[in-house]
């Protein structure tokens, strides 16, 4: 068996921080980050010999649970014929053919390796189109590591924003006006002073990535509105949403159309892959038929297509959307319900199968509202349920995943978890 404390310091010695990706280095909640064997529907059995029920998932790309048979099965026999050729493949004409079936605003998808990659993509496109150079986005939501999305707010909101990132120049992200989320009368701002300017708006429907924070009801509509009103297109960053909550995108089921969509984490279906797609008339600016550069060695990896699509069926065949959201819904009533009763400073946002425990007793409709949150005690509540079995996202920032994979006693268990997290 093998101690995670080794296994970090190791690491360290060879990995920047000693993680791929930093969230993993648990900095939002102090201690020793874990190290996972295998995975086993909504299990995870780390290396110190631990099954901990998993609520992360994989920042929700393993929607069917780990090691779903037939995602394994599809791989397997995938990965026997070969895994990469940098030559088409029949099987990604069929895996745009149903993206493009499923999502009606999509006539054209190209295939990435990562969210990151179809955002980085998506804005070139726009900038290609209109001429234009601004972009909008939301403070708080997160559009992946590309340069020109590492910036939070400036000083003010007709100043682009502030680099976020070391290594990434001033004059990259002169261009990118942060806004609050939900805050329309602030686009309409910018739109009013800069509008001939803005190349796109760009905004996860749902936000996810500072804790869940839904959109207000009219938000999306009056956003398509204005960037219409302007001229500017509007990106839809579905990397998470997408197929999250129905085989479609959480735009389409409310009905409002984005000009260019991203999509990630479910399609791969636990393999590297995401897509980026929309109206002919603008992803046909792409190279080879227009002049947007893009390519990718590994784009439209086989092995990662067949994960895909394996997935979408299974989620087609077996609808399990109405079952993750009835948990969802039973998760947070059951922790909501129990925290009124204690008068404890802390609600679970929830929307069908994902949820985020904020440890404030406000709403949350932003980033100002969700640094309210008491991230010390949300420290504390990781570290207890995780001692329980059962592993959160390491970050108060972030949504935790219910998966097709989890029922009734694993959700039970983490909200009783919760409720003795209090109690001790
Ligand atoms: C995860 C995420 C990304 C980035 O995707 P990667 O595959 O990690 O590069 C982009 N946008 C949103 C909304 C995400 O949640």
Same mark, same amino acid.
């Given at each position: 068996?093998?101690?995670?404390?080794?296994?970090?310091?190791?690491?360290?010695?060879?990995?920047?921080?000693?993680?791929?990706?930093? !969230?993993?280095?648990?900095?939002?909640?102090?201690?020793?980050?874990?190290?996972?064997?295998?995975?086993?529907?909504?299990?995870?059995?780390?290396?110190?010999?631990?099954?901990? !029920?998993?609520?992360?998932?994989?920042?929700?790309?393993?929607?069917?649970?780990?090691?779903?048979?037939?995602?394994?099965?599809?791989?397997?026999?995938?990965?026997?014929?070969?895994?990469?050729?940098?030559?088409?493949?029949?099987?990604? %004409?069929?895996?745009?053919?149903?993206?493009?079936?499923? $999502?009606?605003?999509?006539?054209?998808?190209?295939? %990435?390796?990562?969210?990151?990659?179809?955002?980085?993509?998506?804005?070139?496109?726009?900038?290609?189109?209109?001429?234009?150079?601004?972009?909008?986005?939301?403070?708080?939501?997160?559009?992946?590591?590309?340069?020109?999305?590492?910036?939070?707010?400036?000083?003010?909101?007709?100043?682009?924003?502030?680099?976020?990132?070391?290594?990434?120049?001033?004059? !990259?992200?002169?261009?990118?006006?942060? %806004?609050?989320?939900?805050?329309?009368?602030?686009?309409?701002?910018?739109?009013?002073?800069?509008?001939?300017?803005?190349?796109?708006?760009?905004?996860?429907?749902?936000?996810?990535?500072?804790? *869940?924070?839904?959109?207000?009801?009219?938000?999306?509509?009056?956003?398509?509105?204005?960037?219409?009103?302007?001229?500017?297109?509007?990106?839809?960053?579905? %990397?998470?949403?997408?197929?999250?909550?129905?085989?479609?995108?959480?735009?389409?089921?409310?009905? !409002?159309?984005?000009? $260019?969509?991203?999509?990630?984490?479910?399609?791969?279906?636990?393999?590297?892959?995401?897509? $980026?797609?929309?109206?002919?008339?603008?992803?046909?600016?792409?190279?080879?038929?227009?002049?947007?550069?893009?390519?990718?060695?590994l784009s439209g990896n086989p092995l990662a297509v067949a994960a895909g699509l394996k997935t979408l069926d299974v989620l087609e065949r077996d609808n399990p959307y109405p079952r993750m959201a009835e948990l969802g819904q039973r998760l947070a009533d059951t922790v909501n319900?129990?925290?009124?009763?204690?008068? *404890?400073?802390?609600?679970?946002?929830?929307?069908?199968?994902?949820?985020?425990?904020?440890?404030?007793?406000?709403?949350?409709?932003?980033?100002?509202?969700?640094?309210?949150?008491?991230?010390?005690?949300?420290?504390?509540?990781?570290?207890?349920?995780?001692?329980?079995?059962?592993?959160?996202?390491?970050?108060?920032?972030?949504?935790?995943?219910?998966?097709?994979?989890?029922?009734?006693?694993?959700?039970?268990?983490?909200?009783?978890?919760?409720?003795?997290?209090?109690?001790?």
């Amino acid at each position: 068996m093998l101690n995670h404390e080794a296994l970090f310091s190791r690491a360290c010695q060879v990995i920047p921080g000693g993680v791929n990706s930093p !969230v993993r280095a648990f900095n939002g909640v102090g201690g020793t980050p874990l190290y996972v064997e295998s995975g086993k529907g909504p299990y995870i059995h780390t290396a110190d010999g631990r099954k901990l !029920v998993d609520f992360c998932c994989s920042w929700g790309a393993m929607i069917l649970g780990h090691a779903h048979d037939e995602v394994v099965a599809a791989i397997q026999s995938r990965a026997a014929l070969g895994t990469t050729f940098g030559i088409n493949t029949p099987d990604e %004409v069929t895996f745009a053919e149903r993206l493009c079936e499923w $999502l009606p605003s999509l006539e054209r998808v190209r295939l %990435v390796n990562s969210g990151t990659e179809a955002v980085m993509t998506a804005l070139r496109i726009v900038r290609g189109v209109t001429g234009r150079k601004r972009i909008i986005k939301f403070d708080g939501c997160y559009h992946g590591h590309s340069d020109s999305m590492l910036v939070s707010a400036g000083s003010g909101l007709l100043t682009g924003g502030t680099v976020s990132s070391a290594g990434v120049p001033r004059y !990259v992200v002169h261009d990118t006006f942060v %806004v609050p989320y939900n805050d329309i009368d602030a686009v309409k701002t910018l739109i009013q002073t800069m509008g001939s300017e803005v190349a796109a708006i760009i905004v996860e429907p749902i936000a996810g990535n500072m804790g *869940l924070v839904m959109p207000d009801p009219d938000f999306l509509v009056r956003l398509r509105h204005t960037a219409d009103q302007s001229g500017a297109l509007l990106i839809f960053d579905e %990397v998470i949403t997408g197929f999250r909550f129905a085989l479609s995108s959480y735009a389409a089921t409310i009905g !409002v159309k984005a000009d $260019l969509m991203t999509l990630g984490k479910v399609i791969g279906g636990g393999l590297p892959l995401a897509a $980026l797609g929309g109206a002919a008339v603008f992803m046909d600016e792409l190279s080879p038929t227009g002049k947007v550069y893009q390519a990718g060695t590994l784009s439209g990896n086989p092995l990662a297509v067949a994960a895909g699509l394996k997935t979408l069926d299974v989620l087609e065949r077996d609808n399990p959307y109405p079952r993750m959201a009835e948990l969802g819904q039973r998760l947070a009533d059951t922790v909501n319900t129990a925290a009124v009763e204690r008068g *404890l400073p802390f609600h679970c946002a929830q929307y069908k199968g994902v949820f985020t425990f904020f440890c404030t007793p406000t709403p949350v409709r932003d980033l100002a509202t969700a640094k309210q949150s008491d991230t010390a005690a949300y420290a504390r509540l990781f570290h207890s349920v995780l001692k329980s079995g059962f592993y959160l996202p390491p970050s108060q920032f972030e949504m935790g995943f219910i998966s097709a994979a989890h029922g009734e006693a694993e959700i039970d268990g983490l909200a009783q978890a919760v409720i003795a997290a209090w109690e001790s």
